[in-house]
């Protein structure tokens, strides 16, 4: 799963969303890194609702313009709880082993100097 | 008018900007858009900054991006994406045969039976005694020719290369490449004969000459038979290429297209529909993979022998199986577009 993809998935875990509001909650879970344009964003809503993992919620018309709510599924809800287990998983890995990684520099391990600190 | 003079000035900013976003919207497919534009519009324009006239560069191109990718979309499958494939090869081939067709049509006209006889003439070195003209020529013929040959087995006594060379020399032909080895006649297995052949060429026209003259003297001379046809057009290679293009770009649109369209029909015909698309292949087996070798040979031939056989013909030599493969195809277009399609969820409006 790409990273848009788990993104969009996580911003629709707590509720329906629009799609400005998509972009919105997708920039702050990602702290700005990842913009999503509206391009991008309905050609993700598209594949994710194919896929069975997202699906309308309902439509609204405000101020004259089409607002469309997307909600997750119980389908798209268990592939991005198992996408945040395998991606919660990699990062424990990771920082366990950054943590047994040796200071070529100075000899010490980074146990050792966060210990220390 | 304002105090600028550009009419355009007098519209807001949000609905110029609004305009500008619609004739974007417009590169996507129709039915997509009809389906989301409004959705994509509200979202356009909530995430544009206040007082902004005309899209951002990185809309357009994120824009365009996706329009692109609705046109070339396929359903989620490996199924999809192999019948997608599997059309675009298929009517890419199509595609370049009539590309190689089209640039044929534009090359010189055979000449006609009177100038083929007196070319023949000119070979021989004297006027035919006993001449007979086979001609293969119009839109549909693949390969053009006009065969020129002297019914008589008398022959042309004291017949030279060089002399013969020398005469179609002065009547503007350029001489090209040649060869000699020993044979018999087409419909002669009694004598050896030495067999020369060589080729000449003038204002688009490649002409062969085939010399038989007997290896043991039996009094009789050369005899002298010509082929002209048609030089290959230039540009075929960029036809067959835009071609190939063309038909590989249609071949995925209507897959794509049928595919989802499909995904809404019964069961029984999606099924009818796999049945056609397999017969279709079965037939179309045979004039795509003749096409795609006679390509291979185009473009790994010799480069001093000049091709004279249009890539076409290997497409336009199975006409059944091209027919069979068409019908088979407009039957499954014409399935995946009946039927109702799925009912639209219904629009609530908030004040």
Known sequence: MQEPTFLILTALATGPRHGYGITQEVA???????????????GALDRLQEQGLITVDRQEVVDGRLRRYYQLTDLGAGRLAEQARRLHKQATAAESRLRTRTNVAFGFTATTLGASA | MTATG????????HAELERWYRRLLRAYPVGYRRAHGDEILA???????????RPAPADVVDVARGAVRQWFRLPVGLSALAAAVLSALVLAAMGAAAGSWLAWQTTAELPSDSVALQTTGTSAGSPLTAPHVDRRDGWWVDGRTVQVTNNDLRGFPNWTLESAQARLQAEGWSIGGGEEFAGTRIGDAGSTHAIQVFVATRDGHILTVSAYTPVVPDGTGTTIATYITQAPPNWEPGAILLGWL??????????GWASYRLRHRTL???????????????????????LYLALGNLAFADPGVVPTYPSYGSVMNHPRQV?????????????AATGARRPARPTTAVA
């Open chain 2, 268 to 290: 029984l015909l999606r099924a009818a529909a796999v049945v056609l698309g397999l017969a279709a292949l079965w037939s179309a087996y045979d004039p795509t993979t003749d």
């Open chain 1, 28 to 42: 702050e879970l990602s702290e700005g890194a990842v913009t999503l344009r509206a391009g991008t964003l309905y």
């Open chain 2, 246 to 255: 063309l038909g590989a770009v249609t071949g995925w649109l209507l897959t």
């Open chain 2, 323 to 335: 027919g069979l493969t068409l019908a088979l195809a407009v039957t499954i277009l014409a399935v």
């Open chain 2, 6 to 13: 550009d009419p355009k000035r007098t519209l807001p900013a």
């Open chain 2, 43 to 53: 979202t356009l324009m909530d995430c544009a900054e206040p007082g902004r006239r």
